[in-house]
């Protein structure tokens, strides 16, 4: 008997954005066009607009358009948003906020390693086998706490956001970093500051329940000021960290500065198992000291490439292998400005090209 395998035509989403969002998704797609014709497969490509540049165009950093299109991908590669130029008005990342909790995506895996080759770019001194992830929640806390706003005038002005964490959405978060620690065979951190914030007090309580189903996992809890710390110190200590949303965000970007460029950086916004929606987006910003060059490190975008082929659409093999491409083409000392070398994005990507090829 002859079996068939049918396969459904792949298809993604790309949310190019602002400053060097374009670049580097541009980069990423030659090389999803590079794998994919490798492998026989085709796969459906589709853009749509946020940020500054949906806000350019309709006034809005998330149109209606982007959400009828987001409902039906199966999955969204996003550049990144924001700028200077987009101060008065609607606020870029206003859009990339809006998405994340529209597609209820409360868990953003972001990790970090210093790969091989790399190791003199790591301000560290021991870099060798630095490697981690970070879990953020992704649509809770201060991010999304309502009330959000300004009042008064002059010397009386005042502003107001507001942290609230509900017990499921720690719940749900802290599960999972059990779940990857006990997975990893790792210890898990908890990172909170529980001496000063209700919010963590809650969070850390939760972390002590959600133990009991995981005897096996040591935990560890740590106040954020001194993590910070000791992230710097011994990063080695950090291999799975859960911890709320404006934590998240901020030590993810000082592991940017752990493995030589925060351009290194992927991540994968995600909720529920493999195979759901999810948002692929490197860590970093638009960055707009850079932009429109050609210099931008793709890297962060490809790895968050991998990631989504991994996730939403089971090709292991093909992630596997871009993840591959882009350690030997770091091994081979092709690099862009921000880890000390003269590649432009164009030449990291043609690298990264080459080497699938082979
Ligand atoms: P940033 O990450 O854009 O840039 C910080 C520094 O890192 C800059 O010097 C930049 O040139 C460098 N850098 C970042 N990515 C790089 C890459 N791929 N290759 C080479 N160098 C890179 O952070 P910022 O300057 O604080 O923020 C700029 C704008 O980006 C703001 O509007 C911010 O809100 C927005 N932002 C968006 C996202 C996102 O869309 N996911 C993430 C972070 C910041
Ligand atoms: C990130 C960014 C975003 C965040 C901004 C642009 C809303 O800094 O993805 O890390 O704070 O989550
Ligand atoms: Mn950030």
């Known amino acids: 008997m002859l079996w068939l395998k049918v396969m459904a035509t792949k298809q993604v989403l790309v949310l190019a954005g602002d400053g060097i969002g374009p670049e580097v998704t541009d980069a990423a797609l030659r090389v999803l066009g590079s794998v994919a ?33 987001v409902d039906k991908a199966s999955a969204v590669l996003l550049g990144a948003v ?21 597609m209820k995506l409360w868990a953003n895996l972001r990790p970090f390693e210093v790969f091989a080759g790399l190791e003199e770019r790591s301000p560290l001194k ?34 107001l956001d507001t942290m609230i964490y509900h ?16 997975s990893e065979n790792a210890p898990l951190t908890s990172i909170d500051k529980a001496n000063v914030l209700e919010s963590s007090r809650l969070w850390r309580e939760i972390v002590l329940e959600v133990q009991r189903d995981f005897p096996h996992v040591p935990v560890v809890h740590r106040l954020v000021d001194s993590a ?15 911890t709320e949303n404006l934590f998240g965000d901020i030590l993810s970007d000082l592991t940017g500065g752990l493995v030589g460029s925060l351009g290194l950086l992927g991540s994968s916004s995600v909720s529920g198992a493999p195979g759901s929606p999810g948002l692929f987006e490197p860590v970093h910003g638009s960055a707009p000291d850079i932009a429109g060059q050609g210099l931008a490190n793709p890297i962060g975008t490809f790895l968050s490439l991998a990631a989504l082929m991994r996730w939403s659409w089971q090709e292991n093999q093909w992630a596997a292998n871009v993840e591959s491409a882009v350690r030997m083409v770091l091994a081979d000392g092709i690099r862009t400005r921000d880890l000390g070398g ?12 080459r080497r699938l090829e082979n």
């Open 126 to 159: 021991n870099p060798r086998g630095v490697k981690g992830l970070i879990i953020r929640e992704l649509t809770g806390g201060a991010y999304f706490g309502q009330p959000q706003e300004r009042g008064g005038e002059g010397e009386e002005s005042w502003a």
């Open 37 to 69: 014709k490798a492998s026989g497969s085709a796969v459906e490509v589709d853009q749509a607009l946020i940020g500054g540049a949906a806000i350019d165009v309709t006034g809005s950093p998330l149109p209606k358009e982007t959400i009828e299109k």
């Open 228 to 242: 910070a710390m000791d992230m710097v110190l011994h990063p080695q200590e950090f291999r799975v960290v859960v």
């Open 342 to 353: 003269q590649a432009n994005t164009e030449d990291i990507t043609n690298a990264v090209i």
């Open 167 to 182: 017990r499921y959405e720690i719940e749900r978060i802290v599960r999972l970093g059990f779940q990857i620690a006990e």
């Open 82 to 102: 924001g700028g200077p130029r987009w101060s008065g008005g609607p606020r870029p990342e206003a859009g990339l906020l809006n998405l994340r909790r529209h």
